[in-house]
């Protein structure tokens, strides 16, 4: 259960990086909720849409990786 849990928040985390590479102003955008510090995060990567679609593909690679590593049956 525990392997299919960790492929799922992965996949998710696949999922995510490639709407912030496609899209990285408006799924930024998105997300301006919340209390003010996080809304200054969030501010920061509309205003810097480059910085926001670099944090996506990273976010494809750490998840791509993560899955990699997962043993290939649950356990």
């Given at each position: 259960?525990?392997?299919?849990?960790?492929?799922?928040?992965?996949?998710v985390?696949?999922?995510?990086?490639?709407?912030?590479?496609?899209?990285?102003?408006?799924?930024?955008?998105?997300?301006m909720?919340?209390?003010d510090?996080?809304?200054?995060?969030?501010?920061?990567?509309?205003?810097?849409?480059?910085?926001?679609r670099?944090?996506?593909?990273?976010?494809?690679?750490?998840?791509?990786?993560?899955?990699?590593?997962?043993?290939?049956?649950?356990?």
């Open positions: 259960m525990q392997v299919r849990i960790a492929e799922s928040i992965a996949l985390t696949i999922g995510d990086g490639v709407v912030a590479a496609l899209f990285p102003a408006r799924h930024a955008a998105r997300w909720i919340g209390p510090p996080v809304r200054r995060v969030v501010a920061m990567f509309v205003e810097h849409p480059g910085l926001m670099a944090v996506g593909v990273l976010q494809v690679v750490a998840g791509i990786a993560w899955v990699a590593a997962l043993p290939p049956k649950p356990r």
